[in-house]
Structures are given as structure tokens and as C-alpha cells.
């Protein structure tokens, strides 16, 4: 069963537009991470924040957590062509050492 | 590093042929999971190891799925016998913890 569930499901924007994708899981977390998938490739992790951390940065990538409402968003800012990718949010299940479960993914498209 | 690697690629077989699908991990790290992800389902976890120890195989659909990890630097996943909702593409990960994973380009796997 999924524990992230990515919004929207696509996402179609300008170049030099800000992209903002959202995730929502249901339990606790030790940590949730975003990882982009390219059409035909593995899963490249992007940026990782703790369940203590509200906000995180990484160039491009702002994520932010709301243990409360269990919700993250990642906003892409500037965005290019290169961007044009699945996005998706993964959780832990509250423990360390399980494995992850990810969201069903983010598609975002953007045209130069 | 060469990353994860995974073979085949690509798997092209007929219903009730034995599929043996294949990943070397990063070395140095410790756990490996496998993954299969269609359009329908998305991303799902089938089985992860923590040093060559099977941890969690509840997303193993069923007895036809089987997974060994014979050393750090190997793991099989196969399907005998497979069967036409088999198909998609499966993909193999690796990390130093439950962390971030680092994927390999996955084997799309066609059953005819």
C-alpha cells in the first residue's frame, strides 16, 4: 500500500516557472525523501529532510515538512527543460533500517 | 563507482518460462531492495536484504517470486513460472542504511 500519495498527478509549466509538487503520507516518519525518475531510468535521490527539520534546500530544490498535517512539498524553482521528469516522495515507516515506500509520482513536464 | 547494475536490460520471454533477473550492488553497501513498478501499481517494494539477510518479503506477490542474495556482491530475483501481469520493469537498489538508495536502470521485463 502506498504511503505517500503525490499531488497533482501532472504538472505542465513554462521554463523559468516554479514547479511545486506535494506529498501526503499516512504514519509516522523518521524521515521522507524525494527522488526524481527520468523515462527509462532508475530513481536519482534528490534531497532527504528529517522529521525534526521543517525546511530544506539544495540549489533548486526547497522541500518542506509538516509533521502535523504529514504532508511535504518540493518546489522546483527556475525550471528547465532538464527538469522534465516523475517526481516522487518516499517515507521511511518510522523505524530505522525498514525500507522505503514511495508515492505513486509527480509528472512534470516542461517546454521551452 | 559503477553504480548498481543490473542485467538484462531488456527480458523478452513466453507465459511459463523461468526469468532470473540480476544486480550488483555498490560495494560497501549493505542492504539491496528490489522494486517493480507498472503504470497501474507504480513503484512497489518486493523484497529488501540487510547483509545478504532477506529482511521483509511481503510484497513478493506470491510463490512463483523468489530472491537470494549469495553474497554482498550479488542478488537473483526470478520467476518460474512467470506469467503475462509479470511484465514491467524491475528494478534494483542499494544503500548504506534505509537512507537514501541509489537505483540501478532497472531490467523491463516483457512476458508474452
Known amino acids: 500500500s502506498q504511503q505517500g500519495e503525490e499531488d497533482p498527478q501532472a504538472l505542465s509549466i513554462q521554463e523559468g516557472e516554479n514547479a511545486t509538487m506535494n506529498c501526503s503520507y499516512k504514519t509516522s516518519i523518521n524521515n521522507l525523501q524525494w527522488y526524481r525518475q527520468n523515462s527509462g531510468r532508475g530513481l536519482v535521490h534528490l534531497i532527504l529532510i528529517r522529521s525534526n527539520e521543517r525546511e530544506k534546500h539544495s540549489g533548486r530544490l526547497r522541500v518542506t515538512l509538516d509533521t502535523s498535517k504529514k504532508s511535504s512539498s518540493l518546489l522546483i524553482t527556475a525550471s528547465r527543460a532538464a527538469d522534465t521528469a516523475s517526481y516522487f516522495c518516499?517515507?521511511?515507516?518510522?523505524?530505522?533500517?525498514?525500507?522505503?515506500?514511495f508515492g505513486k509520482g509527480t509528472t512534470l513536464s516542461v517546454s521551452s | 563507482d559503477a553504480g548498481v547494475i543490473q542485467s538484462p536490460r531488456h527480458e523478452v520471454t513466453e507465459m511459463g518460462q523461468e526469468v532470473t533477473l540480476r544486480c550488483k550492488p555498490i560495494?560497501?553497501?549493505?542492504?539491496l531492495f528490489w522494486y517493480r513498478q507498472t503504470m497501474m501499481r507504480g513503484l512497489e517494494l518486493l523484497i529488501y536484504f540487510n547483509n545478504n539477510v532477506p529482511i521483509d518479503d511481503s510484497g513478493m506477490p506470491e510463490d512463483r517470486f523468489s530472491a537470494k542474495m549469495p553474497n554482498a556482491s550479488f542478488s537473483t530475483l526470478k520467476i518460474q513460472p512467470s506469467e503475462p501481469r509479470d511484465s514491467a520493469v524491475y528494478f534494483c537498489?542499494?544503500?548504506?542504511?534505509?537512507?537514501?538508495?541509489?537505483f540501478g536502470p532497472g531490467t523491463r521485463l516483457t512476458v508474452l
Open positions: 518516499a517515507t521511511d515507516r518510522g523505524q530505522a533500517g525498514t525500507a522505503l515506500i
Open positions: 537498489a542499494s544503500s548504506t542504511s534505509a537512507h537514501t538508495q541509489y
Open positions: 560495494s560497501g553497501h549493505n542492504s
